[in-house]
Structures are given as structure tokens and as C-alpha cells.
């Protein structure tokens, strides 16, 4: 504990950088919604605030790494923190991507499946949003972070159980939908379940960090 608080502008860095992921991840939803609801502007709008939001992000993070090595804080856990902050980024860069993807290749999502895609966005979107406060629990109290790591473990399990229910009414539920728009949207849904497994990803890294610093 007293090591991370020699290390205060550092954790700061970290608590802002969490926030842009957390802040990443609100916009992935709205963009879903709006991609489904057909509002383009919104849409085109959200667009650019993740790219702008990503940005930040990656030179927190840069910054972060900086402050870690140029003035040797944190030696014990810098390498744990360091590939910590690497998987997040990767978070955050599937949430953007993700979004450019629907711009790019404007998938035809059937209003059959348009609640289950929001509902899937949402519940992989939930288990980044309760890996946040675990992140933020393990600079002050490491015994807690089991506790709330929990979550992000059963939101990502559901996050996969939709999935396949919307793959299965892809394949074999929808009338009509030609076998390359089938192929579409399960890529699509894989898409989204994926930031779900990044989370998850994440919340094995900091069970394994929250260990070391227990014992």
C-alpha cells in the first residue's frame, strides 16, 4: 500500500484512464442503438467521440508507461500493470473498431434480431463496466478485488449465451436471409461478444495481480 502511495500522479494517471474506458464503452452502446434505429448524424457523432476518446486514452497511457520507467515507480508491479494497461487498451480499440466496422460495411440487421443486438451490446458492454471498479479497488484494498471481479465473469457468460441464441436465429430461425448475410451478421455478433472476452481477459490479469499483492 505504502509503495503505490509514493506513486499518486501515477494512480491518478490510471483513474483517468479507466474513466476514458468506461466513457469508451457508454459510446459503443449509444452507437449500436443509434446504428439500429437508423440515426446517422448520432450515429456519425458517436463515431468521432470514441475515436477522440481512444486517442486520449492511448496518451494516458503512454504517459503512464513514461512516468513507470523513466522514474522507476512502482518496480514490483510495472510489468504487471504495463501488460494490465496494454489488455484495456485492447478494450477500448475493439469498442472503436467495432463501431467503424458497422460504418464501413453497413451490416442489414433484421428488426427480428434488433433488440437481441442492442441486449448483446449491453451485457458485453456490463462486463467492461464492472471490470472498471475491480481496476480501481486494487490500488487500495487487493482483497476486495475478487469480490467484484465476479460479475465480469457472469455478464460475459451471458454475453455468450445470447450470442449463440442470435447465431442460431441467424441460421436457422430467420426466413429469407442469403448464407453471405448469414456469414455477416454472425461475424458481426462475434464482433460484439468479443469485447465481452476482452473484459474478461482483463479480470484474469488482475486476479493474478491482486494475488501477488495479497501474499
Do not use: C, W
Not at 515507480?73 to 484495456?88: A, S, V, W
Not at 460479475?151 to 457468460?157: G, H, L
Not at 441460421?171 to 454472425?186: A, E, G
Amino acid at each position: 500500500m505504502a509503495l503505490f502511495k509514493s506513486s499518486k500522479s501515477v494512480i491518478r494517471d490510471i483513474e483517468e484512464y479507466i474513466d476514458k474506458i468506461d466513457q469508451g464503452g457508454l459510446l459503443f452502446k449509444k452507437g449500436i442503438v443509434d446504428y439500429l434505429d437508423e440515426r446517422e448524424k448520432s450515429f456519425q457523432d458517436v463515431l468521432l467521440s470514441i475515436r477522440k476518446e481512444e486517442g486520449k486514452a492511448d496518451t494516458l497511457r503512454r504517459k503512464i508507461e513514461n512516468e513507470l520507467y523513466l522514474h522507476s515507480l512502482l518496480p514490483e508491479h510495472r510489468g504487471d500493470l504495463m501488460r494490465l494497461l496494454e489488455k484495456m487498451d485492447d478494450i477500448m480499440d475493439l469498442m472503436k473498431e467495432n463501431l467503424y466496422q458497422f460504418d464501413v460495411e453497413e451490416p442489414t440487421v433484421p428488426e427480428e434480431i434488433h433488440d437481441d443486438f442492442k441486449r448483446l451490446a449491453d451485457l458485453s458492454i456490463s462486463a467492461v463496466e464492472e471490470l472498471l471498479p475491480a481496476v480501481r479497488v486494487y490500488f487500495t484494498d487487493p482483497k476486495a478485488v475478487k469480490d467484484r471481479l465476479h460479475r465480469v465473469y457472469f455478464y460475459e457468460k451471458e454475453t455468450d449465451k445470447l450470442a449463440l441464441e442470435i447465431k442460431r436465429s441467424i441460421f436457422k430461425k430467420i426466413p429469407n436471409l442469403r448464407q453471405s448475410q448469414k456469414i455477416h451478421l454472425r461475424y458481426f455478433t462475434l464482433h460484439i461478444e468479443n469485447v465481452s472476452d476482452a473484459a474478461e481477459v482483463v479480470a484474469d490479469i488482475l486476479t493474478i495481480m491482486a494475488i501477488k499483492r495479497i501474499q
